[in-house]
């Protein structure tokens, strides 16, 4: 029985969806601790094929609790139209989807503001989700918690308060049209009669499941990369993907939390703006992206391709204290006679010795590289890491070395039989 923290190691779409869906067959309990509906974690079962924004991956396992812990930002239409696919496809979420109290409510300016700030000089690239000005409000503690739509007296003062302001802001600064107060509150309050029956003290529900024995595996989204404190600023999200947020994104404390493990794709994406050093903008970064199916689970951009980099999931080990990782996407890499992998970074023709998540450094870097031989056979059928080429299995010591972690598991397609673990 173990408290599992499962984190993206790179710049997110690692594969987490698939991984926690392997894995949620041995937990009782799986819970998102960070981020919001901004995330997309596909699962692949059979010929079905689920995306998943807020609710996490282990719902498709038959008896699994699942638990949106208070770090998340819950847009209610993204989570009202997730239960009902689930629904649709005879996935009940009743008794086992349970909503954090202290969760905070994604709202329709936060949306607003998100889509205006990405038209501006100052673009990110976001997913639009809403998911930074949502976390400005919750920090500046003007946020809407989910235990508030519970009193319709106190939402109703505390939407009044925040549209004053947001409308304000809208007509004054950005010239747009003002939002409808009245709608809003309307919405709000017919969301609370749909959710009202999941929320829960999630601190309490998880620490005593603890001491009962449960285990419980906490799903992070996004990656390491892209964490507001850790990742490559301001290129990143507004919460915490790393293994820390998972205890402030839950109530778990940190002596309670067992082990720690690094979904790590074979290569390297990454979807949005900021620095990339591995990036490939020649045909192998759009091979990669061809063979990868390298599209936004979300909003269905291109993902930007490029060479493992060793060095960054070093980095990406170090602060989210990963000893274990699953590799995924390693049949992409089948078609490739050479493979590159990042050892290291150059400036000013010195090698680094840590890794410079300042956008200046980053940007101006030099990646060192090493070549390693491809396999160039079809690994998809492999069920066994004996089954492996030896050329695959050089490749993941030599990445597993460089990087420092130890691999436990191998992802050769998105299929849930397409895993095996080491040994
Ligand atoms: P997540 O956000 O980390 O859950 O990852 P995404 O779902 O956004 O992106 C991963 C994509 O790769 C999905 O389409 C998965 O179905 C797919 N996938 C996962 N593991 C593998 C694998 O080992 N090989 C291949 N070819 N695809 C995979
Ligand atoms: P999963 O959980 C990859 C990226 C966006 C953008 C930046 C900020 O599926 O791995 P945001 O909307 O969060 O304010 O956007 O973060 N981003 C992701 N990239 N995978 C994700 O989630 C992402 N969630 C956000 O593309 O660069
Ligand atoms: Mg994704």
Redesign the pocket.
């Known amino acids: 029985m173990s408290v599992t923290v499962l984190v ?1 190691g790179q710049w ?7 991984i926690v869906d392997i894995l949620s067959e041995n937990y009782d309990i799986v819970t998102r601790y960070q981020g919001g509906a901004n ?4 699962v ?1 079962i059979g010929n079905s094929k689920y995306i998943l924004h807020l609710i996490p991956s282990g719902i498709l396992r038959e008896g699994v609790v699942c638990i949106i812990g208070n770090g998340v930002v819950i847009d209610p239409t993204a989570l009202l139209d997730e239960i009902a696919l689930l629904e649709k496809n005879n996935i009940n979420v009743d008794g086992r989807l349970f909503i954090s109290h202290n969760a905070h409510l994604i709202m329709p300016y936060h949306k607003l503001l998100d889509s205006i700030q990405e038209s501006g000089d100052n673009k990110i690239g976001t997913t639009g989700r809403g998911i930074g000005p949502c976390y400005i409000d919750k920090y500046a503690r003007k946020g809407i918690k989910i235990v508030d739509l519970l009193n319709r007296k106190t939402l109703e003062e505390k939407i009044r308060k925040n549209l004053e302001e947001k409308n304000n802001l809208l007509k004054k600064v950005y010239e747009k049209e003002e939002l409808n107060v009245e709608e809003i509150i309307h919405q709000y309050l017919e969301f609370d009669k749909k959710i009202d029956k999941y929320i829960k003290d999630i601190p309490a529900y998880l620490n005593n499941a603890i001491a009962q024995g449960k285990s419980i595996l906490l799903e992070g989204a996004q990656g390491a990369l892209l964490d507001v404190d850790h990742g490559t600023y301001p290129f990143v999200t507004s919460s915490s993907p790393t293994s820390g947020g998972a205890c402030t994104g839950t109530g778990i404390p940190p002596n309670k939390i067992d082990n720690v493990l690094g ?1 790590v794709k074979a290569y390297t994406t990454r979807v949005g703006y900021g620095p990339f050093p591995t990036e490939l903008l020649d045909d192998d970064g759009n091979k990669l992206r061809k063979i ?2 390298e599209y936004g ?1 979300t909003t269905g951009r291109p993902r930007r391709c490029g060479w493992f980099d060793a060095f960054l999931v070093n980095y990406s080990v170090m602060i989210n204290g990963i000893e274990e990782v699953a590799i ?5 890499l089948s078609d490739f006679s050479e493979i590159k992998v990042c050892t290291g970074y150059k400036l000013n023709g010195n090698i680094l010795k840590s890794f410079p998540t300042d956008f200046e450094r980053l940007q101006t870097v030099t990646p060192v590289y090493e070549t390693l031989k491809g396999w160039n056979k079809d690994i998809s059928n492999c069920r066994a890491f004996a089954d492996l080429p030896s050329q695959t299995k050089e490749y993941l010591d030599f990445i597993s070395k460089e990087a420092g972690m130890k691999i436990k598991i191998v ?4 299929k849930r039989d ?1 895993t095996f673990f080491t040994n």
């Open positions: 993206g997110g779409d690692e594969g987490k969806g698939k995330a997309g974690h596909t692949e979904i990868g199916v689970a995924t996407k390693l049949d992409v992802s050769v397609g998105p397409q």
